[in-house]
């Protein structure tokens, strides 16, 4: 069974462009969920997507954004990129009924803004 | 809102011996889930154990245990016959089953070397 799966790998912009970062979850999973991994501050929450909709958002500015596509997919937006938005971004996924087998995560994609 | 501690910036153990790595929560949840994860150098978080607060017994997978102290409010992993490929980042996390909240939140996590 394939794991859940995230592009690009790396991504290197430059202040004030926009980033899409995608995401695809196990099969069969319907919540996607993302973070942040910025140097020395841990994972942040940034949102959950579940059957399409937004259902929880972390403390993050409105230039995050995203969507879930009606394949359960999901992509991140970061519009305006500010130099702090430099971190690692994982996405997860889970099924309903999620934490007695954890959310899984994919390998991130590493965001670099020069 | 809950918090996760994790006091122990890097830890260094032998291999072969066994090694705990320690977490302490704070929840005014009435029912939370506890999670420890793995972070090898290549940044995928991979999911190790899970203990909910009312599991009577404590967690166990392999050569992983969660010692789960409810009054205490530990959930610190053990870690029997450490191996070479143990080597990586330890984050602990917890989540509210309230409000279907679904999200986890993060420990600062341990960085765990085992040596040769």
């Known amino acids: 069974e394939a794991g859940v799966t995230q592009s690009p790998t790396h991504l290197i912009k430059t202040r004030g462009q926009q980033a899409t970062l995608r995401c695809s979850p196990i099969s069969g999973h319907t919540s996607v969920y993302w973070y942040q991994q910025a140097l020395g501050l841990g994972l942040q929450f940034l949102l959950w997507y579940d059957e399409g909709e937004e259902r929880n958002r972390g403390n993050f500015p409105p230039r995050f954004s995203g969507r879930q596509f009606p394949n359960y997919s999901s992509e991140l937006n970061v519009n305006a990129l500010e130099l702090e938005d430099s971190a690692l971004y994982l996405c997860a996924s889970s099924l309903a009924g999620w934490y007695l087998d954890g959310q899984f995560f994919g390998p991130g994609t590493r965001l670099t803004v020069l | 809102a809950q918090k996760i501690t994790q006091t122990q910036p890097g830890m260094f153990v032998q291999e072969k011996e066994a090694v705990t790595l320690d977490c302490t929560y704070d929840?005014?949840?009435?029912?939370?889930?506890l999670f420890w994860y793995k972070q090898p150098s290549s940044g995928e978080m991979i999911f190790l154990i899970y203990q909910g607060s009312y599991d009577q017994q404590n967690a166990t997978e392999g050569r992983y245990s969660l010692n789960f102290q409810k009054a205490r409010k530990s959930a610190n992993l053990v870690i029997s016959a450490s191996q070479l490929g143990d080597s990586a980042m330890y984050f602990c996390a917890t989540i509210s089953h309230l409000q279907g909240a679904q999200k986890l939140v993060f420990g600062q996590g341990t960085r765990l070397t085992i040596n040769p």
């Open positions: 929840t005014s949840d009435p029912s939370y889930g």
